[in-house]
């Protein structure tokens, strides 16, 4: 996947998180703490909102499930994702809590993705298992990068699966029948060549969407917290999510602005 090409000027850094993420589908990033923060201090006010609990009483997240009922839990992630979508601060501070991994893998001229997923696992959940898929088997386009951020640290069912690149090209070359299976029996037939990513609050995880990936039953004692969102480069195609309906220009460069504005001069047509 690396050009090899004596026109390739990517730089050494964004050479090597290339290979890794070419290899594994994914890299784990230090996030920018202080935009981190401010992302969960949004989601946390949101949450005592819905539980209407003041501030200072809230229980962490990862001990959610001790506030909130199995059958509450979707209903809580949409008010949630209400309340911090009403402005683009939050937009903001997520693009800034992870602009290194974003400009090195996708570019510095960007689409956001207008309203980033949450994701809120409660323990023994059925309802919150997230099926394996593919999102480019639905229509989305490959240009894209995941950004996920976990807003607790995550260990064993509590985290994202993948089935890493080289594992997907394997099973697919075994049996081409592989994608008329149900979620169902495809997770199944994956599941010893899956992967589950521990990572931890503080990190954040770039991922290839194209890969399968899921969320299986939270077996563990903690509640699972997380957004993702995707970025693209501005001028890449776009399939069924289309520029200013799903994804919004975030920084749109001077000359594209000047070259959109640009008219020619009627006498010289
Ligand atoms: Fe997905």
């Known amino acids: 996947m690396n050009s090899g090409s004596?026109?390739?000027?990517?730089?050494?850094?964004?050479?090597?998180?290339?290979?890794?993420?070419?290899?594994?589908?994914?890299i784990i990033e230090k996030a920018d703490f202080q935009h981190l923060e401010l992302i969960k201090?949004?989601?946390?006010?949101?949450?005592?909102?819905?539980?209407?609990?003041?501030?200072k009483e809230v229980q962490d997240?990862?001990?959610?499930?001790?506030?909130?009922?199995?059958?509450?839990?979707?209903?809580l992630r949409l008010h949630i994702m209400q309340a911090i979508y009403q402005n683009t601060g939050f937009h903001k501070n997520y693009y800034y809590a992870a602009k290194n991994i974003i400009h090195s893998l996708c570019g510095n001229e960007l689409a956001m993705q207008k309203r980033p997923g949450l994701?809120?696992?409660?323990?023994?959940?059925?309802?919150?298992?997230l099926p394996i898929h593919a999102d480019t088997w639905n229509g989305v386009s490959p240009f894209e990068l995941n950004i996920w951020i976990p807003l607790v640290d995550c260990a064993n069912s509590m985290c994202l699966y993948i089935l890493k690149r080289n594992s997907y090209k394997r099973r697919l070359n075994e049996s081409k029948e592989l994608?008329?299976?149900?979620s169902d029996e495809l997770f199944n037939e994956l599941r010893d060549d899956l992967t589950w990513i521990p990572i931890e609050y503080g990190q954040i995880l770039a991922f290839d969407q194209s890969l399968p990936h899921g969320y299986s039953l939270n077996e563990e004692r903690n509640t699972h917290w997380s957004i993702n969102c995707r970025f693209k480069g501005l001028h890449t195609p776009?399939?069924?999510?289309?520029?200013?309906e799903y994804f919004m220009p975030i920084t749109v460069k001077n000359c594209t602005r000047l070259g959109m504005d640009y008219s020619h001069p009627e006498s010289w047509i």
Not at 11 to 20: N, Y
Not at 61 to 75: C, G, M, P, R, V
Request: hydrophobic content about 30%; overall charge negative; charged content about 25%.
């Open 6 to 26: 004596s026109w390739d000027f990517r730089d050494k850094q964004e050479l090597i998180a290339s290979q890794e993420y070419n290899k594994e589908g994914y």
């Open 61 to 75: 997240l990862e001990n959610a499930h001790l506030s909130i009922s199995h059958d509450k839990s979707n209903d």
């Open 41 to 55: 201090n949004a989601v946390q006010k949101a949450y005592c909102d819905f539980c209407n609990i003041n501030e």
């Open 119 to 129: 994701s809120v696992n409660l323990p023994q959940n059925p309802s919150d298992v």
């Open 179 to 182: 994608l008329r299976l149900t």
């Open 238 to 244: 776009y399939w069924d999510k289309k520029l200013g």
